[in-house]
């Protein structure tokens, strides 16, 4: 793949900008060449150059545009992402949700929830651990990107995302064969609520929710609109609701009403209860 | 009956592909230029299936298997190196497509044929799938033997 | 950390010994689980055994089923690393005494993200 020219560079940065409040920054060619590269010789166009071309010439928002945006913000992801959060879950949060609360429906909101290991994560982990809760537990799993969000709703694995991170025992579980790949059971597919979302744009219709997994999407944002989806997502935490951010992050001077906790390797921030 | 899907197969293939080489197959048609030096490997499946999976692959393209699983150069690749990780590679596919098979199936331990001039006998048993595929720029070709039911 | 490599690849195991180097620990290899068993008697229990399933002499399941019955043997993890991928077979090898189980092909990360998770990362 050739190198990317100034110009097209900005014109893509710009266009992640203004459509979904994406802060591509400078300096990551890399990304752009890799994740492009593919867009392009799909729609039969010679390089990335060729691309910008015709996105230009396209009206905003058609199926091309679509999937620049797509493959621009789709997050890597494994079963068991760093662990820790999953085990302060187990060990902490939902034992002291459990202590509160008597038979209430639990709400957990994973904010981007990509190609959906996240949130069969966290399904395993009360399924294991909490029978009861998981019976009337719901996973809201929104991303921006439709098609990262279908596997969500199917719960179809490779052979090679379900050999990373996620215990033999849990694979045996809970997944079946599905010719070359593995499926996830409808004990964990059934708690699953997903829906198309962008987190950028103020939303409505999201219930209270009490505990929300917002990790590694808002370093993709803006300042701005950081602070802006967090004030959101604080106002749609339920009294006593807990906030999980990626290990690497931080809301530092944008946290108002909110109050850290720290569990083991994990840091949440509780909406006061 | 073989009820293995072609999709199934070629996403067995991609699997070890871009595992092992990080790098894309892509499905090809007709048979592999001639003239190339094919080297090919050999599982066999027994049980409530039974048969054979060939794996018949261009040259360069075992050369580059044997140099990634043993993390050598070009040069340094000798027979034995290509002939280990052949058998290796057979063995990743027909291990993965027996998943697919009815169970309970054995797996047999490889065997590797180089050369291009030989023909694999398996008495009882015919060709009930041939998938080629290109890999950077290679071919590669996939068999499955099925052993009528006795 | 102290791992014994157990296949009857040759390329396998070259592969396998490559990330662990990578990783910082140690190793020993066996070309099946009779050797495997052999080197243990002579050099004492690993950290943790990595084991093939389909071998010549002596099976990767018999391999598990051999170390589970020996009580020195009781801290030594073993994860299966094998081409078999039926779910019956995960949960045989489970059953039978396997800590983890791998299936072939892998990538580096995925090696690297159970050894993690068997409490296995930290260096020599």
Not at chain 3, 83 to 98: F, K, N, S, W
């Amino acid at each position: 793949m050739a190198d990317i020219k100034p110009d097209d560079y900005e014109w893509i940065r710009q266009f992640l900008y203004t459509q979904c409040a994406n802060d591509l920054g400078q300096g990551k060619e890399y990304l752009i060449s890799s994740r492009l590269g593919a867009v392009a010789r799909e729609a039969g166009l010679a390089d990335i150059s060729a691309l910008v071309t015709s996105l230009k010439a396209r009206p905003l928002g058609g199926p091309l545009h679509q999937k620049v945006m797509e493959a621009m913000t789709t997050n890597e992801t494994s079963f068991f992402r760093d662990g820790h959060p999953f085990a302060a879950l187990e060990k902490q949060i939902i034992p002291r949700f459990l202590s509160s609360n008597s038979g209430r429906p639990l709400r957990i909101w994973c904010a981007a929830s990509s190609t959906g290991q996240e949130p069969y994560t966290i399904a395993m982990v009360l399924r294991t651990n909490f029978p009861d809760v998981a019976n009337r537990a719901r996973i809201l799993c929104t991303d921006v990107n439709a098609t990262v969000l279908k596997r969500t709703t199917e719960g179809v694995y490779s052979q090679l995302e379900v050999n990373r991170g996620l215990p033999a025992q849990m694979l045996v579980r809970y997944f079946e064969r599905a010719g070359a790949n593995w499926r996830a059971k409808a004990e964990l597919r059934s708690m699953m609520d997903p829906r198309v979302m962008n987190l950028a744009v103020p939303w409505i219709g999201i219930q209270p929710q009490d505990i929300v997994f917002l990790r590694n999407v808002l370093i993709y944002f803006d300042a701005k609109t950081k602070r802006e989806i967090v004030t959101r997502i604080r106002n749609t935490l339920a009294p006593g609701g807990v906030l999980f951010i990626g290990g690497s992050e931080s809301i530092l001077g944008m946290d108002e009403g909110l109050s850290r906790e720290q569990f083991g390797m994990s840091t949440v921030y509780r909406r006061a209860a | 009956m073989l009820e293995i899907s072609q999709e199934d197969i070629a996403a067995i293939v991609s699997l070890v592909f871009t595992t092992t080489l990080d790098v894309e197959v892509e499905a090809a048609e007709g048979p592999p230029p001639s003239g190339g030096e094919v080297a090919s490997s050999l599982v066999g499946i027994t049980g409530n299936w039974d048969g054979a999976v060939i794996v018949a692959c261009e040259r360069a393209l075992a050369v580059r298997f044997a140099r990634a699983m043993f993390g050598i150069s070009d040069e340094e690749v000798g027979e034995s190196d290509i002939n280990d990780a052949l058998g290796e590679l057979v063995n990743m596919i027909g291990g993965n497509l027996k998943s697919m098979l009815p169970p309970p199936c054995h797996l047999s331990l490889p065997t590797v044929v180089a050369g291009r001039e030989y023909r694999v006998r398996l008495p009882g048993a015919k060709v009930v799938r041939e998938l080629d595929f290109a890999a950077n720029g290679a071919r590669l070709r996939i068999a499955i033997a099925e052993r009528a039911a006795a | 950390m102290r791992f014994l490599v157990i296949d009857d690849s040759r390329a396998i195991r070259s592969l396998i010994i490559r990330m662990l180097k990578e990783l910082g620990h140690q190793h020993a290899e066996a070309g099946n689980g009779r050797e495997a068993l052999d080197i243990i008697a002579n050099n004492g229990p690993f950290d943790a055994a990595l084991v093939d399933w389909n071998m010549p002499v002596m099976t990767g399941i018999q391999f598990v089923e051999a170390a589970r019955a020996k009580p020195e043997l009781a801290g030594m993890q073993i994860m299966m690393i094998t081409t078999e991928t039926e779910v019956e077979r995960i949960q045989q090898a489970l059953a039978l005494g396997a800590t983890e189980y791998l299936m072939k092909p892998f990538t580096r990360e995925a090696f690297a993200d159970k050894l993690a998770m068997m409490g296995l990362d930290k260096a020599a």
